[in-house]
């Protein structure tokens, strides 16, 4: 199919914020992943398409991506783009953003058929980015949001795939959906968001915690504390691009091949080697899906 590129979404600010990429930085020694990117979003005075944004990331030791889905339609593209390149596998989901909206059109239970019929392909390896957002989403909308983030933990289970949730200001909700009807086997919460409280859930539990740009943020003490606390078994990284660039670039374009300056920091904060932390997060990006 063809590529769904779109352009991200403009916000208040956007009309002096810098949208030039930043510099590539010092290649990792030791290889990693990006658990959570969006190919699919086109952003900066030069949008990167997926190829090239692919060989910038490899060029700096990032050896493989987990493309993300957040519709039917995106979904869909994320898992061709995996089944085409080697580089690439795919997460499809409906994001919690979107479930109110489908329900509003009678499409939710729909698409989220479609999305259990994507989780099937071998190089579908998760369900996300679904889950909570209380943020953007009111009272009036949380219903359908329960009820699409409960039957993609189905979905997950049902094929044995990881699952990458979405939690925004809806972290009570999510543990208490999760520890109610069951998390699947290797649950991640993505662009981890939460702090040090809910980090020792997420350890007790065996879920992996995902840190995106945001833990370099100034204002981000509860998510470096969260880091300090998670078992380094259950770490992963990633970008969440095009959003979410780490500091020294905040609000500047993110792509991939940026995690090396989010690893270095958590590396510093954890007062470690940076190829020590590589080594671990490598493997357990594989541990939840698998090679590529």
């Not at 990006?34 to 050896?63: C, F, Q, R, Y």
């Not at 898992?79 to 979107?98: F, G, K, M, S, Y």
């Not at 699952?163 to 009570?172: K, P, S, V």
């Not at 968001?193 to 943020?217: K, M, P």
């Given at each position: 199919?063809?590529?769904?590129?779109?352009?991200?979404?403009?916000?208040?600010?956007?009309?002096?914020?810098?949208?030039?990429?930043?510099?590539?930085?010092?290649?990792?020694?030791?290889?990693?992943?990006?658990?959570?990117?969006?190919?699919?979003?086109?952003?900066?005075?030069?949008?990167?398409?997926?190829?090239?944004?692919?060989?910038?990331?490899?060029?700096?030791?990032?050896?493989?991506?987990?493309?993300?889905?957040?519709?039917?339609?995106?979904?869909?593209?994320?898992?061709?783009?995996?089944?085409?390149?080697?580089?690439?596998?795919?997460?499809?989901?409906?994001?919690?953003?979107?479930?109110?909206?489908?329900?509003?059109?009678?499409?939710?239970?729909?698409?989220?058929?479609?999305?259990?019929?994507?989780?099937?392909?071998?190089?579908?390896?998760?369900?996300?980015?679904?889950?909570?957002?209380f943020f953007r989403t009111d009272e009036n909308g949380r219903?359908?949001?329960?009820?699409?983030?409960?039957?993609?933990?189905?979905?997950?289970?049902?094929?044995?795939?990881?699952?990458?949730?979405?939690?925004?200001?809806?972290?009570?909700?999510?543990?208490?959906?999760?520890?109610?009807?069951?998390?699947?086997?290797?649950?991640?919460?993505?662009?981890?968001?939460?702090?040090?409280?809910?980090?020792?859930?997420?350890?007790?539990?065996?879920?992996?915690?995902?840190?995106?740009?945001?833990?370099?943020?100034?204002?981000?003490?509860?998510?470096?504390?969260?880091?300090?606390?998670?078992?380094?078994?259950?770490?992963?990284?990633?970008?969440?691009?095009?959003?979410?660039?780490?500091?020294?670039?905040?609000?500047?374009?993110?792509?991939?091949?940026?995690?090396?300056?989010?690893?270095?920091?958590?590396?510093?904060?954890?007062?470690?080697?940076?190829?020590?932390?590589?080594?671990?997060?490598?493997?357990?990006?594989?541990?939840?899906?698998?090679?590529?």
């Open positions: 199919m063809s590529e769904p590129l779109r352009a991200r979404n403009a916000k208040e600010g956007d009309l002096t914020r810098d949208l030039s990429f930043p510099p590539a930085p010092e290649p990792l020694t030791v290889p990693v992943y990006d658990n959570h990117t969006h190919l699919e979003i086109a952003d900066g005075e030069n949008p990167l398409p997926p190829e090239e944004s692919l060989a910038m990331a490899a060029a700096v030791g990032i050896k493989g991506v987990v493309q993300v889905g957040t519709d039917l339609e995106t979904s869909e593209w994320s898992a061709d783009l995996a089944d085409r390149d080697a580089r690439v596998l795919a997460a499809v989901a409906i994001h919690p953003n979107e479930a109110p909206r489908l329900h509003e059109r009678g499409l939710l239970d729909e698409h989220i058929e479609g999305i259990a019929a994507l989780a099937t392909r071998d190089r579908v390896r998760a369900i996300g980015e679904t889950g909570l957002d219903a359908p949001q329960m009820h699409s983030f409960e039957a993609h933990i189905d979905i997950a289970k049902a094929n044995n795939r990881a699952l990458q949730i979405h939690d925004r200001d809806a972290h009570g909700a999510v543990m208490e959906t999760l520890l109610r009807v069951g998390a699947p086997e290797k649950t991640v919460l993505h662009c981890f968001s939460a702090d040090g409280e809910f980090a020792r859930v997420c350890d007790d539990n065996g879920w992996y915690l995902s840190f995106a740009g945001t833990v370099t943020f100034g204002n981000a003490k509860g998510i470096r504390e969260a880091l300090s606390i998670a078992s380094r078994d259950r770490i992963l990284i990633e970008t969440d691009a095009p959003f979410l660039t780490p500091t020294p670039f905040r609000g500047r374009p993110n792509a991939s091949y940026m995690i090396p300056y989010t690893l270095r920091f958590m590396a510093e904060h954890l007062g470690i080697d940076p190829n020590e932390l590589a080594a671990d997060i490598a493997r357990n990006t594989e541990s939840v899906y698998g090679q590529w």
